[in-house]
């Protein structure tokens, strides 16, 4: 699994699932326990409909000129 969710677009991730996760757990609806996907898409920074969409967030890594 390639990385392929950026730091922005993880905190938001994590956030939301936070929020979704506690709200279920203080009673919400069930549906709310669906934060469990957007939270460990943003712990393992990897998102498999990013993936099938062709879609990256995070920073291209950069090729260095170093010359030894």
Same mark, same amino acid.
């Given at each position: 699994?390639?990385? @392929?969710?950026? @730091?922005?677009?993880? *905190? =938001?991730? *994590?956030?939301?699932?936070?929020? =979704?996760? *506690? +709200? ?6 069930? +549906? *709310? +326990? ?12 990897? #998102?498999?409909?990013?993936? =099938? =969409?062709?879609?990256?967030? #995070? ?5 260095? @000129? @170093?010359?030894?």
């Amino acid at each position: 699994m390639k990385t @392929n969710v950026g @730091n922005i677009d993880r *905190a =938001l991730r *994590a956030l939301a699932g936070i929020a =979704l996760i *506690a +709200w279920a757990v203080l009673g919400g609806p069930v +549906w *709310a +326990w669906v934060g469990i996907v957007p939270l460990a898409t943003a712990l393992f920074k990897f #998102c498999p409909a990013y993936s =099938l =969409l062709g879609i990256r967030t #995070c920073a291209t890594p950069t090729k260095s @000129n @170093n010359i030894e």
